[in-house]
């Protein structure tokens, strides 16, 4: 009886311990939503790995939750099209907005195939503002991320290449710049064994170690104007628990490495919804997208870091004052992430008051913003004015109210997004339309300060 009884046990342990490997089922499908827990990365190491290996991050500290929800093309965005979007694409919104340079993008999508041969990034989409209005808009990878060859099993290696560039504008046909996205990846499976957290217990799992180095860049074309470009490396390291049973990974930290330190950025691991957790007081973080500017023209935005941001209550504060300070875009003092314009010339310092349930923690950064003098009359606010030209409908030339307009391009679009308009606004002011059939029209103004879209009738 005792030989038989060790021999359960050998083959008990051996079964506990079996190495798993990945697969196209072990991936999300259409219409999924799985829930997971954002969480505090406190003093663990998150690099620690190996062979028939445990991890313990069963005392990981609960910040909020969110789920992942797994959408088409057409429900994430009904009135977008996307040519050559793979058939069964699902996506799911991993930014609520991200800044890039004077673009705010908003509502990012990423979108992925399930293939026999592995889970690949094909295509993204997100909104951009135009006259305040989000504009959705979107583009397949011409080069597909491939974040998991399948099988996936321990010793795997792979590095690939991926690429892909969104058009900024109305269309396809009606763009004023463009996203670009290009880097690498190199992935490696450096363990397997069983995992722990607060969601489960000695959770069979392989480790997979991902290096992403990418360039992300903006480009702006203005006819007539010097072009825009702004170029934002981006390097990190994530790692991931991945199983059998759940359909993303039991954890994934996200941060950076430097001379083989990991730095965490984010930690989240798969979970069940939970209302018995105690609340955390924010830690209340902040960025702005730029620190020197002109009066009354340029616009900052404030990046909220904030964790945790759900249930959130904030409140932005300048000093010495907010005497002389706008909020613009549809934004307030209590707004996440505001956009401001400072009317008065000095140097702002700018806090943010962060509060929930569990109390309030007040962060303010001295010095901040350094604002100037323009000398050149703004114009960054006709895009607001009602009354930038007329007549509305048209029978010969439109007419602009500004003089600050003039060498502004001017691009006119019929209703299926062909420019049958290119010209510069001169000194009389003037547009001529006359060649126009009657319809309707999209103009869209630009110069270096300013990206204007309206609409006119002609008669």
């Known amino acids: 009886m005792k030989h038989i009884y060790a021999l359960v046990l050998l083959l008990t342990a051996g079964i506990c ?3 798993i490997q990945i697969t196209q089922a072990n991936m999300p499908s259409l219409g999924d939503t799985i829930r997971y ?3 505090s990365a ?3 190491d998150f690099s620690q790995t190996g062979a028939d290996y445990n991890w313990s991050y069963s005392m990981l500290k609960y910040i909020d939750q969110g789920v992942y929800s797994y959408k088409s093309l057409l429900s994430a965005y009904p009135t977008l099209v996307i040519g050559g979007m793979p058939f069964g694409a699902i996506g799911y919104k991993v930014a ?8 705010r993008l908003t509502d990012i999508y990423n979108f992925y195939e399930k293939k026999s041969s592995g889970w690949l990034g094909v295509g993204t989409a997100f909104s951009i503002p135009l006259m305040g209005n989000p504009v959705p808009t979107g583009a397949v990878y011409s080069d597909k991320d491939e974040i998991y060859t399948f099988p996936l099993k321990y010793n795997d290696r792979d590095s690939t290449t991926f690429a892909v560039t969104t058009p900024l504008g109305l269309s396809q046909q009606v763009s004023f ?3 670009m996205q290009k880097g690498y990846r190199i992935t490696k499976v450096e363990g397997w064994g069983r995992i722990s957290t607060p969601y489960g217990s000695y959770m ?3 480790k997979v170690k991902s290096t992403i180095v990418e360039h992300d860049s903006l480009a702006l074309a203005i006819p007539t104007q010097p072009g825009i470009n702004i170029g934002f490396p981006v390097t990190r390291v994530e790692y991931k628990w991945l199983s059998t049973t759940e359909k993303i990974p039991l954890l994934e930290v996200s941060g950076t490495e430097l001379a083989g330190i990991f730095t965490p950025a984010y930690v989240r691991y798969r979970d069940n919804y939970r209302t018995n957790v105690t609340p955390v007081i924010p830690n209340t973080r902040f960025t702005i997208d730029k620190t020197s500017g002109k009066a009354g023209k340029d616009t900052f935005r404030l990046i909220n870091l904030t964790t945790p941001a759900a249930g959130t209550f904030f409140v932005w504060y300048v000093k010495p004052s907010l005497q002389g300070v706008r909020f613009v875009n549809s934004t307030g003092q209590t707004s996440k992430d505001p956009v401001l314009i400072f009317d008065d010339t000095g140097v702002f310092s700018i806090g943010l008051k962060a509060s929930n349930i569990a109390g309030l923690k007040d962060t303010l950064v001295d010095s901040l913003v350094t604002i100037t003098k323009d000398q050149v009359n703004s114009i960054n606010s006709i895009g607001n004015d009602n009354k930038l030209f007329y007549p509305n409908p048209v029978s010969g030339k ?12 001017c691009r006119i679009f019929d209703a299926t997004g062909k420019m049958l308009i290119e010209a510069a606004i001169g000194d009389d002011l003037q547009i001529d339309c006359r060649s126009l ?3 309707a029209y999209n103009m869209i103004l630009l110069n270096t300060h300013i990206l204007i879209h309206n609409r006119f009738i002609k008669n």
């Open 398 to 409: 439109l007419n602009f109210y500004s003089p600050d307009l003039r060498g502004t391009v």
């Open 437 to 439: 059939p009657p319809g």
């Open 177 to 179: 710049g463009s996203f």
């Open 96 to 103: 609520d907005s991200l800044v890039m340079g004077p673009v």
């Open 42 to 44: 406190g003093t663990f």
């Open 37 to 39: 827990t954002n969480a």
């Open 204 to 206: 069979n799992c392989i």
């Open 17 to 19: 311990g079996a190495q």
